[in-house]
């Protein structure tokens, strides 16, 4: 599984993508967090915390993380040797494990260099070092959990089809189903929201970033992940048989 990790990694930063990635990822935050007027930006909101950034974050890495995963098995399937890929001496578990790591390790060292965003806040708070870390890593945390379920899904979906444009929009569809879909429906019907909105990303994510981690939340999004990484394994066996 190793191998599959380091060459994923490598096919990564071998061409322009995984410094596309990274610098979309910051450029984006960066823009809406301390340069455009809006609700995002920081300095605007008066208050010495980080919101704004996990608030958008999930928004940009609907649209980033399903860039990412694309081409895992699609460009496999396109280039012809996906085949060449199962016959290795590697399970499918380690196959489809390693490409998702490889897509989940290049997404958090986009996000490694936010954590200067959390210096920044706090030398401005009044007094200085006047930031909630509690919430802070608590929705790190959150963040983790919500790319990992991102990744399982992008992985997937780049199983369906051999266009990587195709592959792209069902994962985008996805991520969005499952971050804000069930919130939408919880709100059409108000009787049902809370049980609607549990089997959405969205109500443990903000759950994670009040600072509390609940093993609800970690078992949802650890259930998501699997869930789809499972499919990408059923369908791949369909391939081999």
């Not at 897509?103 to 030398?123: C, D, E, H, K, R």
């Not at 919430?135 to 790190?140: A, C, E, R, V």
């Not at 990744?151 to 069902?170: C, D, H, K, P």
């Amino acid at each position: 599984m190793k191998s599959i990790i380091l060459r994923e990694i490598k096919s990564f930063f071998g061409s322009p993508i995984g410094y596309l990635v990274i610098a979309v990822f910051l450029i984006s935050n960066g823009l809406y967090l301390w340069v455009f007027e809006g609700d995002f930006n920081i300095l605007n909101t008066g208050y010495a915390d980080l919101t704004p950034f996990f608030t958008l974050a999930p928004w940009i890495l609907i649209f980033l993380i399903p860039a990412v995963t694309m081409r895992s098995f699609s460009d496999e399937r396109k280039q012809g040797t996906l085949e060449l890929l199962l016959t290795k001496p590697l399970s499918i578990w380690e196959i489809v494990n390693g490409k998702f790591l490889g897509s989940f390790f290049l997404i958090i060292l986009a996000i490694i260099p936010t954590f200067i965003y959390v210096q920044v806040i706090s030398s401005l708070g009044l007094p200085e070092g006047n930031i909630d870390m509690g919430s802070t890593i608590g929705s790190y945390f959150g963040l983790l959990f919500l790319i990992a379920s991102y990744s399982a899904i992008g992985i997937f979906t780049s199983t369906l089809s051999e266009n990587q444009i195709v592959a792209f929009i069902i994962a985008v569809f996805l991520c969005f189903l499952f971050y804000f879909g069930f919130e939408g429906i919880a709100s059409l019907i108000p009787e049902q929201s809370n049980i609607i909105s549990a089997f959405g990303m969205q109500d443990h994510f903000k759950s994670m970033s009040r600072g509390v981690i609940d093993t609800r939340d970690v078992i949802y999004f650890l259930s998501i992940s699997v869930l789809f990484l499972s499919f990408t394994v059923y369908q791949l066996k369909s391939f081999k048989a």
